[in-house]
């Protein structure tokens, strides 16, 4: 039975748009390997039966980073990606993603850029901005722009009544979830001035400040739709947050093998968006199924 044709019409016209804006920003639309061939742990990419051992893709980058160049300064791709994880309505084995990277983009040109990029597809929304700092500051004392993170895990973890020895990267996502991405029913929020110790070690440490991350997300009606960051220009503090966060890999290691022999650059920004995930919120239901893949065969 085939799908039905409102979804592959509302998909298709949701990535023209996207292309057309990025072909507009200078952007080349490029082509990474779907099946990669590190393994990056228990349960982050699926095996795949192919010469030598490959496993799907889990996201597009870093190796979209290294097509980075003096000749494209800009590049992005959209294509499938796999996770071994339970589907149900807001994930799936196997989706699409937008990941675009370009060089000497600074970090509020790349949120501009976000919204120009899925603003078109949500004429009912306005965005709005919520620095998660400023939160922390006002919730719990911390100034993160000032001081380390201190007490923040424990005291994070109480509010939200996490297990003991629940690392500071879980208590993190979970809290956000609960306490900020759940309030923003019928409304588009960019969650921006991330801390140290989450699940985005490559965002560089924002100018001047003590632990704030030059991140955002864009949640819109409780749904995070896009993610986005400057890279971190210093190698030794890009590994040692990433490490502390079991987020250091093979394939990072070559990215900044790349960047350290001058072969791409090192201020790069990314962003990714979740093509199905704009779709869902383009036409209305909090379900990205009907905008998958036709018939599974």
Known sequence: MSAPSGPIRTKANVLHGLRAVLHEEGFTEVVTPVARRANLGPGRRVPAGLHEGRYLRAMIGPALRVNVSTDLPRVYEIGPCFRPEPPDALHAAEFTMLDLYAAHLGFEDLIDLAWRLVGPHLPSYAPERLSIADHVHDEFGI???????????????????????????????????????????????????????????????????????????????????????????????????????????????????????????????????????????????????????????
């Open 143 to 297: 100034d993160l722009r000032t001081e380390p993170i201190g007490d923040l895990h424990p005291r994070m973890a109480a509010r939200i009544g996490a297990a003991a020895g629940e690392p500071f990267r879980d208590v993190l996502g979970r809290y956000i979830a609960l306490e900020l991405e759940a309030d923003t029913t019928g409304r588009a929020v960019f969650l921006t001035d991330y801390p140290t110790g989450g699940d985005e070690p490559c965002a560089r440490l924002a100018h001047g400040t003590t632990a704030v991350l030059e991140r955002f997300e864009l949640i819109v009606d409780g749904i995070e739709l896009v993610h986005g960051y400057t890279d971190e220009t210093d190698r030794t503090a890009f590994t040692d947050r990433a490490k502390a966060v079991g987020l250091y890999d093979d394939e990072q290691q070559l990215a900044l093998d790349a960047v350290e022999a001058g072969a791409v650059p090192a201020d790069t920004a990314g962003l990714g968006i979740g093509i199905e995930r704009l779709c869902a919120a383009s036409a209305g239901p909090r379900d990205i199924t009907p905008f998958l893949q036709s018939s599974q065969f």
